[in-house]
């Protein structure tokens, strides 16, 4: 179940909701995964353009947000071979640009608070 955010603040669910149709509208195909046990730990939307190639987007909400045990198992696993992960927190232009930058999910851990 999604935690509840601080007052003002969208749930991670409609976050994700936008920026799906944001990436949609720049002719981005989007695949939401499922978590389910045989995908615990991946990230929230596997998204593929036929210019700039595939990427892994987790969505978080701008505070507040927690990583799973699973993803903190996985998305390094992830990144050491090969692939990125990018973190976005709105359907904004700037988080946009993001996703044309090298992945920056382990910005967002703790230590790096």
Known sequence: M???PAKGDK???KIQEDIIKM???KGWYVMPTHGNMYQRGFPDLWVSHSRYGPRWVEVKRPTGYKFTPAQL???PKICANGSDIWI???ATEL???KIFRK???YTYLSVFK
Do not use: D, Q, R, T
Request: proline share 0%; aromatic share 14%; charged share 25%.
């Open 2 to 4: 999604e935690a509840l």
């Open 11 to 13: 749930l991670e669910s």
């Open 23 to 25: 990436l949609m509208v």
């Open 73 to 75: 198992e996985c998305f």
């Open 88 to 90: 976005l927190v709105a």
């Open 95 to 97: 988080e946009y640009k």
């Open 103 to 105: 992945g920056n999910w």
